[in-house]
């Protein structure tokens, strides 16, 4: 079925003609949207809105709304981040430019709203609300990222509440706004929600852990990429926390250390710091907490057990579990 | 009545707490609303809530989104243009950095969303729609004016056009929704658009005009600058299209000169070939037009004479008319 969700999701992005005048606006929508991807959010839109009624394609333009939001978010990221780039093709700042990237972003930005403004009159206060709330957290949450990038006291908690605000919120709320066009009581619709939150967290911590012990040819990144960047994961942070005065000094030495010639050096020692300490055990640990507290969520909801199942396949796919 | 209105929009500014956790995403935004400015935009927008109902104040948060976007494009604009000031302050981008003026800006289009949203729930959907409609063409207006820069073929109509999407949709945008919320019908609501366009067109017109032949002393920025960076304004498309071939060629050269020793031989030259073809009449006649075309769109909106004359009045103070 999500399979199928998918191919609705994709059929409808194909179906939108993005390219009007003037072009150099435009294009780049066109191109980044064409990018592909898993379309996870506009499918957990569908699937919450089927699960509670049947006609899942009164959800389809909050759906489009959520993945258009999605990939300004990407675009905006990338010119902060400087990343070359994304899905395997030249970011938008990199095919274009910085302002292009910027000016293009804005753009889309406003076209989720007007998306958003197509769901069924009756629910719109409600999904704005919803929407804007989240959308203004995910800022919130790039901000903390940044602010976190030179920051070596950063707390577990703190983390968490970081990606809580950049990856989770959306997963979330990309759910409660198809439950919520379905139907859904409230009390189903915030279930679905802390589902997605869970889910969301377990997801970016699965991809903590794989950018230090992942499989590359699986992972299809290279492998250190956070250790380079000393990007604060639970990795790091758990690494500093727990480690002994003589591995906290040497830590401190290698993220001291940007000079991009002891780059493999770097990821090697840190990979060995975080293997002695077992910091990939803890992170398992972490990871199957959130995911267990994101099925939990269900429990209470009301809805048959086999469509249920369909959610916690879907949370077991998302984790690789059933590759 | 402007004045006491102008101060409405500027206690409900400083009313609002908006700088909150993570400071780094809401100083800046706190920065740029509190640079002050004429507040043009949600005066327009209380005035004609004011002009069709005794109550402004349902009008308010509108106004607050449509100053909120208005400044979020200033922000925005300003990074792509690296622009160093605004209002005789450091921009975001120059104070803080690029990246904080990108993030910041996003977020000001969120809450300019979410000021939206307070507006009288019956009204939402067709205040949403005009707004969404209006923030897409301001960015088509920048890409325009952007795609502009290097295009020696730009005609009047065109560059009538980007303005009309750069400037003026908004200043009408502004009445329109306010006129909605106010109770105006749907024709007095379209005739304060019309309105708004021909007045921002008018007002444009005369800030090309102000830079080449303004007063420097009342003007507030220095003289030329439109000339130096070859902007194509109403002034120079229309030298460009008058020039006798000799002095066609003589635009073209100073055109193709960028560099900074030439600036005031530059100013000086094409000054006086705008002199010689007495482009400054033309100008002065073309705003003399739209602003006719302004006040004539009152003519049949259905308002007592002397709420017209606030309009005709407001119109007339833009102009710099009564000073």
Redesign the interface.
Known sequence: MIKQLQQQVEKAIADINWVQ??T??YQPIDYVLSLGGKRIRPVLTLLACKLFSDDEKQALSTALAVEVFHNFTLL?DD??DRADTRRGKPTVHKKWN??TA??S???M???A??LL?QAP?DK??VL??LF??T??EV??G???D??FENDLAVQLPQYIEMIRLKTAVLLAAALKMGAIIGGASLQDANALYDYGINLGLAFQLRDDYLDSFGDPAVFGKKIGGDICCNKKTFLMITALQTASEEQRKELLQWIGCTDTTCHEQKIKAVLKIYQDLQIDTRCEEAIRAYFEKSVGSLKNVQLAENKKDILVKFANDLMGRNK
């Open positions: 005048e003037p150099g606006l905006h010119v902060m910085d302002n910027i000016l972003g804005d753009a930005l406003i076209k709203y007007q403004q009159a719109l206060p704005l609300d804007s709330k959308a203004i800022c919130e790039q901000q903390y940044v602010d």
